[in-house]
């Protein structure tokens, strides 16, 4: 059974940083893709940054430069470090994963479908 569980979240003010974390259980995770979204209230859900199982990665435009997504085969545990962190960074970030391949991966992007998510942890950013 795969088992995605975030942490990491909380509350900053505008310029702070916050590493999010995803431990993942129930699959072999070094052949996953790996991706964080996230959710504002009122707004859809959107795409972060994604990685694939050989650690290429694609991130949103409002993020490229702040944010970093790594993961770690050894831990199986995903990572969102979040730096110069923005008030409209605020959202539930949830970690989602799911078998890939590098074309799909391309493919996709931030819209890969996904097939298994987590509970989301919760970031606030005030100025």
């Known amino acids: 059974q795969v088992q995605l569980v975030e942490s990491g979240g909380g509350s900053v003010q505008s310029g702070g940083s916050l590493r999010l974390s995803c431990a993942a259980s129930?699959?072999?995770?070094?052949?996953?893709?790996m991706g964080w979204f996230r959710q504002a209230p009122g707004k859809e859900r959107e795409g972060v940054a994604v990685i694939d199982s050989d650690g290429k990665t694609i991130y949103l435009d409002s993020v490229k430069g702040r944010f970093t997504i790594s993961r770690d085969n050894a831990k199986t545990t995903l990572y969102l470090q979040m730096n110069s962190l923005q008030p409209e960074d605020t959202a539930m970030y949830y970690c989602a994963a799911s078998p890939c391949n590098f074309r799909n991966f391309i493919t996709y992007g931030l819209g890969f479908p996904f097939r298994y998510w987590g509970q989301g942890t919760q970031v606030t950013v005030s100025s």
């Open positions: 129930g699959y072999t995770y070094s052949t996953y893709c």
